[in-house]
């Protein structure tokens, strides 16, 4: 999922997998959703993200319990999309010849909101 960035969400107690470890609880309210098998926007969603899962979808007609921990972000106006796929990309050889490595280069694909690249290889 793609979203505008730089949030650390607060930590609380209990991860769902039962262990002792705090969770991450992100709350996302007001976004417009896409909806790829449908290819619409669903307008005034709110997500629930647990750590690195999404645990909820809230509509206007079947609202979610935001848990009053979570970090929550205003998306009034803004939008929330899959992960992008750039699936042509010759990262080996064009970091090579610009003598850059992949953690200086990859940062700025996930800014834009590429979650994965296939490299073609060479020029």
């Not at 992949?102 to 060479?122: I, K, M, N, Q, W």
């Amino acid at each position: 999922m793609a979203t505008g960035g730089g949030c650390r969400p607060d930590v609380v107690e209990g991860p769902p997998d039962g262990s002792s470890r705090r969770a991450k609880i992100l709350a996302i309210v007001g976004c417009a959703l896409f909806d790829p098998p449908g290819g619409r926007m669903l307008p005034d969603r709110t997500i629930i993200i647990e750590d690195d899962r999404i645990r909820a979808v809230g509509t206007p007609d079947q609202p979610v319990a935001i848990p009053p921990e979570a970090h929550t972000i205003d998306a009034r106006g803004k939008y929330v999309i899959p992960g992008l796929i750039d699936a042509h990309v010759h990262l080996v050889h064009v970091l090579n010849m610009a003598g850059v490595t992949g953690d200086e280069v990859l940062p700025l694909f996930l800014a834009a909101g590429v979650t994965s690249v296939r490299s073609t290889g060479a020029a």
